[in-house]
């Protein structure tokens, strides 16, 4: 199946610029990182190179899980919690990852290899820490 990121990543690209100018705290060095690596997905989807859609599957994931952490404004932390709710619900109908279908499964690093990691739990966690630390 042919996956085309161009549209998704525009959209998260406007939300996260936005979020970036109006951030007054720290937040704004992660969503610079994230900024870059949706700005490397966008250039990847554009030229079909796998290369830099795999690494921005890595600033994606990074930055994810560093989000959950160190987010301290509100909607900053809602971008995240609709990245992994968005990350969970297509994993679920495509039954696989679409930085995965759009490289055709080439990883740079393929950490499955090493370990067995059911990313669909960890993601769930991280969406469930999100929200137990938004609401104490």
Excluded at 62 to 72: K, P
């Amino acid at each position: 199946m042919e996956v085309n990121l161009t549209i998704p990543c525009l959209l998260f690209m406007i939300v996260t610029i936005y979020l970036y100018c109006i951030s007054k705290t720290n937040d704004k060095y992660l969503l610079g990182v994230m900024i870059f690596g949706q700005v490397l997905l966008l250039i990847g989807s554009i030229l079909k190179n796998y290369y830099l859609i795999d690494i921005s599957h890595i600033i994606f994931l990074l930055t994810i899980i560093i989000g959950v952490f160190v987010f301290q404004e509100k909607y900053n932390k809602y971008l995240v919690a609709f990245s992994l709710l968005a990350t969970l619900s297509t994993r679920k109908y495509f039954d696989d990852c679409l930085f995965l279908m759009a490289t055709d499964n080439k990883k740079i690093i393929n950490v499955d290899e090493l370990i067995d990691i059911n990313w669909d739990k960890i993601f769930s966690f991280l969406l469930f820490l999100l929200i137990i630390k938004e609401l104490y």
